[in-house]
T-cell receptor
Framework: KQEVTQIPAALSVPEGENLVLNCSFT??????LQWFRQDPGKGLTSLLLIQSSQREQTSGRLNASLDKSSGRSTLYIAASQPGDSATYLC??????????FGTGTRLQVTL | DAGITQSPRYKITETGRQVTLMCHQTWSHSYMFWYRQDLGHGLRLIYY???????DKGEVPDGYVVSRSKTENFPLTLESATRSQTSVYFC????????????FGEGSRLTVL
């Protein structure tokens, strides 16, 4: 059974810092991995999608990497801002459109 | 570009009542999904649909019924609501089965008393 773990569960950083969020999964036979952002009381917003054949994807200040062999993905956020405060979720697509989600990392960026 | 809309956004009901959560997408995506999000469990797949009139069970389907008569709509029905079904329900869609990006609605918060 695929299991997805996100560490740390919560993170607080001062504005301007670069930071890395981690996601690990137990079964490397995946189609893709997707990073989401969730604001309190809101739905999930897709940030980056990495296909299994790719190593990384970039969007603005965000960069996500994927290492299938080690079962790891990282989300790098450059020059963090208070508006980046949210919960970040990774999800692995591994079986017939069934995504397995991690439980998220709650990020707070302080002034 | 409306995307995915869910209704109602908030619902309070009583044990044993039937509740239907609606999901409508404007992208003509083939695949649609229902997830529930609970503290300690994260997001879990309830049902999904590959196209109109094609549905399949996810991880936690018991107590739920879905239908998909039109591509754009994917309602989720709780035939006899239980307190354990108190949760936030998210509808999502994707253009492709295994490699497509998943897009979510804003969620429906259901409380069963």
């Amino acid at each position: 059974k695929q299991e997805v773990t996100q560490i740390p569960a919560a993170l607080s950083v001062p504005e301007g810092e670069n930071l890395v969020l981690n996601c690990s999964f137990t079964d490397s036979a995946i189609y893709n991995l997707q990073w989401f952002r969730q604001d309190p009381g809101k739905g999930l917003t897709s940030l980056l999608l990495i296909q299994s054949s790719q190593r990384e994807q970039t969007s603005g200040r965000l960069n996500a990497s994927l290492d299938k062999s080690s079962g790891r993905s990282t989300l790098y956020i450059a020059a963090s801002q208070p508006g980046d405060s949210a919960t970040y979720l990774c999800a692995v697509n591994h079986t017939a459109s069934k995504l397995t989600f991690g439980t998220g990392t709650r990020l707070q960026v302080t002034l | 570009d409306a995307g995915i809309t869910q209704s109602p956004r908030y619902k309070i009901t009583e044990t044993g009542r039937q509740v239907t959560l609606m999901c409508h997408q404007t992208w003509s995506h083939s695949y649609m999904f229902w997830y529930r999000q609970d503290l300690g469990h994260g997001l879990r797949l309830i049902y999904y649909s590959a196209a109109a009139d094609i549905t399949d069970k996810g991880e936690v389907p018991d107590g739920y019924v879905v239908s998909r008569s039109k591509t754009e709509n994917f309602p989720l029905t709780l035939e006899s609501a239980t307190r354990s079904q108190t949760s936030v329900y998210f509808c999502a869609s994707s253009v492709r089965r295994n490699t497509g990006e998943l897009f979510f609605g804003e969620g429906s918060r259901l409380t069963v008393l």
